[in-house]
């Protein structure tokens, strides 16, 4: 079977995001600020050579903000994949991060906010868009608009990281991370923070 490759992009950031919110599932626009800042965004150069050919993948978390970002990036003919929806945080949606951190479950992949969604059920879900790419004849190369949570769980299933111990990569915003669906079903880590802005 053949090895899928995907460039993963965060959608750029909404209002919620300004003010320290977490998202989870709710489905606000792009702040004003935010759609500004996805008009300076261009993908590397081997990812643009591949949509002018024809070759590039495009799929897009159902999602209004990943939507907006995939417009904005001039994606064409986008696949809406509902497995790239970010995490369910349940109970703690809306709500500020500074008033639900002393509430944090213990880390882990089958932990789950109250009423939300773990990462080892987000893994599951994107695995299954991955595995069903492997054996068809669409692109090789894919780039996915998608969500912050979801693409900390893929690349932390990449690296084998646990989510207990301390973090081995950081991600910074506005970037680019690209990881690849081996034959064999394994994921591997292919590039990682590659810069958006030109």
């Not at 693409?151 to 973090?167: E, S, T």
Request: without cysteine; positive net charge.
């Amino acid at each position: 079977m053949r090895s899928i490759y995907v460039a993963l992009i965060r959608h750029a950031p909404t209002a919620w995001n300004t003010d320290g919110r977490v998202l989870g599932q709710a489905d606000p626009p792009l702040s004003p600020e935010g759609a500004a800042l996805a008009t300076r965004w261009r993908l590397p150069p081997d990812l643009q050579a591949l949509a002018v050919k024809g070759q590039l993948g495009w799929a897009v978390s159902p999602l209004r903000r990943a939507i907006e970002t995939a417009q904005i990036l001039g994606a064409a003919a986008p696949v809406v994949e509902p497995r790239l929806a970010e995490q369910d945080w349940g109970e703690w949606t809306g709500r500020l991060r500074s008033a639900v951190a002393g509430e944090t479950v213990r880390p882990g992949w089958e932990a789950a906010p109250p009423g939300g969604e773990s990462p080892a059920a987000v893994l599951a879900r994107v695995r299954g868009w991955l595995d069903g790419l492997a054996p068809g004849d669409g692109p090789d190369t894919w780039a996915a608009v998608t969500h912050r949570g979801v693409i900390r769980i893929v690349i932390a299933a990449a690296l084998r990281w646990d989510l207990d111990a301390p973090a081995p990569v950081r991600l910074l915003p506005e970037r680019l991370h690209r990881v690849r669906r081996r034959g064999d079903g394994l994921l591997q880590l292919v590039g990682l923070n590659e810069p958006l802005e030109p």
